[in-house]
Every structure is written in C-alpha cells, then in structure tokens.
T-cell receptor, first 111, second 118 residues
Framework: RKEVEQDPGPFNVPEGATVAFNCTYSNSASQSFFWYRQDCRKEPKLLMSVYSSGNEDGRFTAQLNRASQYISLLIRDSKLSDSATYLC????????????WGAGTKLIIKP | GAGVSQSPSNKVTEKGKDVELRCDPI?????LYWYRQRLGQGLEFLIYFQGNSAPDKSGLPSDRFSAERTGESVSTLTIQRTQQEDSAVYLC????????????????FGPGTRLTVL
C-alpha cells in the first residue's frame, strides 16, 4: 500500500461545477498536510496547508479527518484555470523536514 | 526575493555520458531536496540534505546517481553513464527546515531540468 494514495483521475468537470478530491494516508502519526498544484510541464506550487479544524481559501476548502486518515480538497465554482494536477502531501512524524507525495489527481475543467 | 533556480533548463545527452545538474536554493533555506518526475508520473524522491547532517540518499535509484551540497547553498546532482530510462524532469526544492509550523516544511520548487538521454 502506498503511503499517500490519490485517485489519478482525470476528473472532467464543467466550468462552474463543484469538485472534490480525497487523499488517504497510511501513517496515523502524520503531522502536517498540504495540497500542492502542478500545472502541465511546470513545477509544483503550494495551494494550501490543511489544518485540523479545516480551512478555506476563497473557492478552496481543505478538510482533515484524522480518524479515517484522509484529507479532502473541495473546489467551488470551478474555473478553466483550475485545470491542473492536485498533489496531496503528508509529513509523517519524525520525518524531519521530508514530505511524502501522492501521485496526484488530474483535473480538467471544460467550458 | 529570488526563488529556487536550476540549470540547465534542458539537457540532451547521449547514452553513456555523464551529466551534472545544478540547484540554487532560496537563501536561508537549510533543507534541499531532489526529485525525479517522469512524463505523466508523480514525484520520485531522490535525496534530501538538511543543514550539515548526513544526507538521506535512500531514494537514489542506483550508484550512478550522486549529489553534493556545499554548506547550505548550491547542490549538484550527477548522473554517470546515463541510460535512456534516466530521461525525466529533475526537480530541486528547498524549505526553511527550521522550527515548526507549516512554513518550515513548505517546499519551494525550481523550474526543473528536463533531461533527455538519446
């Protein structure tokens, strides 16, 4: 079993729709959680950190469920520019400053 | 301020040649990471440097791969006797690597070096 698992997609979604991704992690002692975004042929960039109480940044909402060991990302009112691969990232306890990366979920927003 | 820079941006080489890839991290970042990303695939961890500690080389795929870092600055990734399966984008990232909180762990990536082995 991979340490961080994501549905690879692609998710094909019409513009304006709401889309949600889940990501599961295997290490129950994981400490920090992030969503990164990677555009085609570009480097990954931080989208948002995920806090225990859940957090929102504009159209983006991240949730953490420690009991079930998954994190989620919700995108409301999706835009064409949201098309990208979304990477789920986890920091296990005692990992120093290393992160464990999911393989990513590809999102395609269609007009 | 300046982000992570990598050079060259593209490298085409012949099978069997050695290549050297360079990474300049963000000033003040103590942690530096190298990843490999094959076309359409996820990030593959290669090596991690943290301050003056011994690097974590657990992700290097073979002894043809090596990396060095001078203090808390520039790093070079060397691939000897390149093979066609080495063709990929090699991404370097750095993070603050000090203290706690999300800001310490956020990794900032360079634009990558696209390596093509003919």
């Amino acid at each position: 079993r991979k340490e961080v698992e994501q549905d690879p997609g692609p998710f094909n979604v019409p513009e304006g729709a709401t889309v949600a991704f889940n990501c599961t992690y295997s290490n129950s002692a994981s400490q920090s959680f992030f969503w990164y975004r990677q555009d085609c042929r570009k480097e990954p960039k931080l989208l948002m950190s995920v806090y225990s109480s859940g957090n929102e940044d504009g159209r983006f909402t991240a949730q953490l469920n420690r009991a079930s060991q998954y994190i989620s990302l919700l995108i409301r009112d999706s835009k064409l520019s949201d098309s990208a691969t979304y990477l789920c990232v986890v920091r296990p306890m005692d990992s120093n400053y290393q992160l464990i990366w999911g393989a990513g979920t590809k999102l395609i927003i269609k007009p | 301020g300046a982000g992570v820079s990598q050079s060259p941006s593209n490298k085409v080489t012949e099978k069997g040649k050695d290549v050297e890839l360079r990474c300049d991290p963000i000033s003040g970042h103590t942690a530096l990471y190298w990843y490999r990303q094959r076309l359409g695939q996820g990030l593959e961890f290669l090596i991690y440097f943290q301050g003056n500690s011994a690097p974590d080389k657990s992700g290097l795929p073979s002894d043809r791969f090596s990396a060095e870092r001078t203090g808390e600055s520039v790093s070079t990734l060397t691939i000897q006797r390149t093979q066609q399966e080495d063709s990929a984008v090699y991404l370097c990232a750095s993070s603050l690597g000090l203290g706690g909180g999300a800001i310490a762990y956020e990794q900032f990536f360079g634009p990558g070096t696209r390596l093509t082995v003919l």
